[in-house]
């Protein structure tokens, strides 16, 4: 079974600094990566996501992962963070393939906190 | 408006009693999801559909959960006999089956927040 973990359980940085949210997962399969943002009250919405070719993945909101196989690694980064980037972030995990179950493995969630 | 509706947002129940929740996904989506989210952690699966079969369950589904898609469209998750470790918030998923697609991923609701008194 697939795991995902999620090292930094709660970030504070304050605005314009750079980011950097470790993710990683146990699966010796083909995977498909997820980064997903929940901000206060509100809905799971989706980051980015990395199905193949190009490991460094460009998603909403100035937000960018790489994945580095060899690590099992899929860590979030941002340049310059911004108050309204305050919110749970979640890395999830699922196998790639057709036939496969499509169940999404979340990690534990980190809680990035920005102060102006 | 998330495309991915959830009813009730709030319930709260007595311990012993039964709830369901409903689930509305996006309509041309084929898949859908049940998880379970608690503070501080990250949702985990609990069931889900293709199309109006169930294909696979979590362990964490006890014998008291049950969860239907009778057309296909809609699901409902049944929690009978509620105990106080089921406070948790539902979130239901919905998906495209085939993960080449460009534009496959999950939409999630927005959750039912169940608390057991």
């Known amino acids: 079974a697939q795991s995902v973990s999620q090292h930094n359980h709660h970030v504070i940085l304050s605005e314009a600094a750079s980011l950097e949210l470790g993710c990683n997962y146990s699966y010796g399969g083909t995977v498909n990566l997820f980064w997903y943002v929940q901000y206060p009250g509100q809905h799971l919405q989706l980051l980015l996501k990395?199905?193949?070719?190009?490991?460094l993945v460009k998603g909403i909101k100035g937000f960018e992962a790489e994945f580095i196989k060899s690590k099992f690694s899929f860590n979030l980064r941002k340049p310059s963070v911004q108050w309204s980037d305050t919110a749970e972030y979640f890395c999830a995990v699922n196998r790639a393939g057709e036939t496969s179950g499509s169940r999404l493995t979340f990690g534990e969630g980190t809680q990035l906190t920005v102060n102006p | 408006d998330t495309g991915v509706s959830q009813d009730p947002r709030h319930k709260i129940t007595k311990r012993g009693q039964n709830v369901t929740f409903r689930c509305d996904p996006i309509s041309e989506h084929n898949r859908l999801y049940w998880y379970r989210q608690t503070l501080g952690q990250g949702p985990e699966f609990l069931t889900y559909?293709?199309?109006?079969?169930?294909?696979?369950k979590s362990r964490l589904l006890s014998d008291r959960f049950s969860a239907e898609r009778p057309k296909g469209s809609f699901s409902t998750l049944e929690i009978q006999r509620t105990e106080q470790g089921d406070s948790a918030m539902y979130l239901c998923?919905?998906?495209?089956?085939?993960?080449?697609?460009?534009?496959?991923?999950?939409?999630f609701g927005s959750g039912t927040r169940l608390t057991v008194v």
């Open positions: 998923a919905s998906s495209l089956k085939g993960w080449r697609q460009p534009n496959y991923g999950y939409t």
């Open positions: 559909f293709q199309n109006e079969a169930q294909l696979e």
């Open positions: 990395y199905f193949s070719g190009d490991p």
